[in-house]
């Protein structure tokens, strides 16, 4: 968000400040949802079956995930668009970037086919790495917890509003969105980027 | 080598003599680096209180000494290993940004004290125009210096900057040296009349007072009947929200504000305010390429502040000096060497001596060795 300053505050109008509030409060129930984790990590000792469960289902996780019909689309980093290869890069230099840029993060990597772990993987370098709520963000993302929607990856224009996007102008004259950009990139490269893309939507 | 000695010897008799200056606050969080006469450089050092500092500065009389405007949990690890905690946000105003010369006269230190005093009005601007006005900061929220060289610097010591990454401390250097002016489709049209500011703050009261103030002839903006029109009617309007233009005149408006744009902003040097772990020159050390004290000036000191009276080392001794060339006229506490002067052997106050010789316009004789 683009806002005036003077004396030292943001100036307000009735859009930017519920714009504003909406991005304050998503910052504050992310961290009482980090308290809520850290607490009940801290309190509560687990029955036993819920240890027994849980040993019993890692062992059997390779012999599942042999059969698991997610699949791992071939990550290729050099035919992500600049802002992904971007945060990418900054987070593996365990650069804090913002919430917003690493969703996009993840809703790109989850519709180009990458599997909830790969993405999980990606975010373990970042700064302020915490594994429960990584994981609890991401399995929201990919909608597999609270409203199930299946996130999709933001377009150039809400990137480029958020101050995102590191490019000038677009990646092509006529495509506005990040995942059409991988899809582009990997035609140009002369390999069809097969069925693990998603559609891009709003592209 | 023995001229490099002279230059040594000239620091070991002002630091014998100076009194120990005010020490950064959070001392032992801080990295230290000195550089010396041999060409050698040493960082990753600190020290446990201000007069342990002094204590090393006195007895090595570095060429020059630095601090970093960062606090770590461990100063003296390698970067990796040092645990950054939070940093002063730096200015730093360099004549060669600021002139936006090539001029190697400039580029060598050789400064006049007229292009000093050019420095010293983008150094106000930066002040009273983004640090107090924008952003709020009051004269207890930074401190204030001159470089030794050839500038100025601020350090902002509000806790609200110290946590700011090197992306949000780019945003702030876009928003002093590259400014912001309206984008057309923020333009408001009422009729057939367009409003181009839609609030009074920042860069839109910046950029509407300097149309109010603006001479057609001087802004290299042309038609010059349009611009004059354009410059009349923000004399009319009572605020930026009230400033109009026709639809006609939105081009010459556009280009009227890009020189608006170019005259408010200020050409800090991006490199030292985003670098959250940069080393800055330490206030009341001498600045080894000059001979001039780097050192903090009060708020009120600013227009009156003169480098050549009140940052001179104000040693009482005198060398003698053979004077080979001289590019400007250089006056060091009230004391006056001129171009002319090439070829002579004069004895001068020391601090002059050391101004002279280290910027290679002469040399100590044999006698001041």
Redesign the interface.
């Known amino acids: 968000m683009d806002l005036p300053v003077h004396s030292g505050f943001l100036v307000l109008d009735k859009g930017s400040a519920a714009k504003l509030g909406a991005d304050l409060a998503f910052i504050r129930l992310t961290s009482i949802l980090d308290e809520k984790i850290k607490l009940s990590r801290g309190s509560s000792s687990k029955p036993a079956w819920v240890s027994r469960l849980s040993e019993a289902l890692r062992s059997r996780l390779p012999a599942i995930s042999l059969y698991s019909s997610e699949s791992s689309y071939p990550v290729d980093p050099s035919k992500y668009p600049p802002c992904i290869r971007l945060f990418i890069d900054q987070m593996s230099k365990g650069v804090n970037i913002p919430h917003f840029a690493r969703f996009t993060t993840a809703a790109f990597m989850r519709q180009i086919g990458s599997s909830k772990d790969e993405v999980v993987k990606l975010f373990t370098s970042a700064s302020n790495y915490n594994a429960d709520k990584t994981v609890y963000q991401v399995s929201h993302i990919f909608g597999e917890i609270g409203s199930h929607t299946k996130y999709t990856t933001p377009g150039c224009d809400t990137l480029k509003l958020s101050r995102l996007c590191p490019i000038e102008g677009y990646c092509h004259p006529r495509v506005r969105h990040p995942v059409t950009v991988y899809q582009i990139n990997w035609r140009r490269s002369g390999a069809a980027p097969g069925v693990g893309v998603e559609a891009a939507k709003g592209s | 080598m023995k001229q490099l000695r002279a230059l040594e010897a000239v620091l070991r008799e002002y630091y014998a003599g100076a009194a120990q200056p005010q020490e950064p606050d959070s001392v032992s969080q801080r990295e230290f680096g000195f550089s010396f006469f041999d060409g050698g450089f040493r960082r990753h050092i600190s020290f446990r209180s201000g007069s342990e500092f002094w204590g090393f500065v006195v007895k090595n009389a570095p060429r020059d000494v630095y601090f970093s405007v960062a606090k770590y949990r461990n100063p003296v690890a390698d970067m990796h290993g040092k645990g950054w905690v939070a940093a002063d946000l730096p200015f730093d105003l360099d004549a060669e940004q600021v002139l936006r010369t090539e001029d190697p006269l400039v580029k060598s230190g050789w400064l006049t004290q007229e292009a000093y005093d050019l420095i010293k009005r983008e150094f106000l601007k930066l002040l009273e125009d983004f640090l107090e006005?924008?952003?709020?900061?009051a004269s207890k929220d930074y401190t204030l210096g001159f470089s030794g060289g050839r500038g100025y610097h601020v350090r902002v010591t509000d806790q609200v900057y110290a946590s700011l990454?090197a992306?949000m401390r780019r945003?702030i250097v876009e928003?002093v040296s590259l400014g912001?002016k309206p984008h057309p489709s923020q333009y408001s049209k009422v009729k057939a009349k367009v409003y181009p500011f839609n609030?009074a703050?920042?860069?839109?009261?910046k950029l509407f007072e300097w149309l109010k103030n603006a001479e057609a002839s001087s802004t290299g903006v042309s038609p010059r009947d349009m611009v004059q029109r354009i410059i009349e009617s923000a004399r009319r309007a009572g605020s930026p929200q009230e400033f109009s233009v026709t639809q006609f005149q939105v081009k010459a408006l556009e280009s009227l504000l890009d020189a608006g744009v170019r005259e408010r902003t200020v050409a800090i040097d991006e490199r030292v305010t985003v670098d959250v772990n940069r080393l800055l020159r330490a206030p009341g050390t001498v600045h080894g390429g000059s001979g001039l004290l780097c050192r903090n000036i009060g708020r009120g000191e600013i227009e009156k502040f003169n480098p050549f009276t009140h940052a001179s080392m104000r040693l009482r001794t005198r060398r003698k000096i053979r004077v080979t060339r001289l590019p400007v006229e250089v006056t060091v506490d009230g004391e006056t060497l001129t171009p002319g002067q090439a070829g002579s052997t004069v004895e001068v106050n020391t601090g002059l001596a050391y101004y002279v010789v280290v910027r290679r316009g002469g040399e100590f004789v044999d006698e001041a060795i």
């Open positions: 006005r924008d952003f709020g900061l990454d992306r945003q928003y912001k609030h703050y920042g860069w839109n009261a």
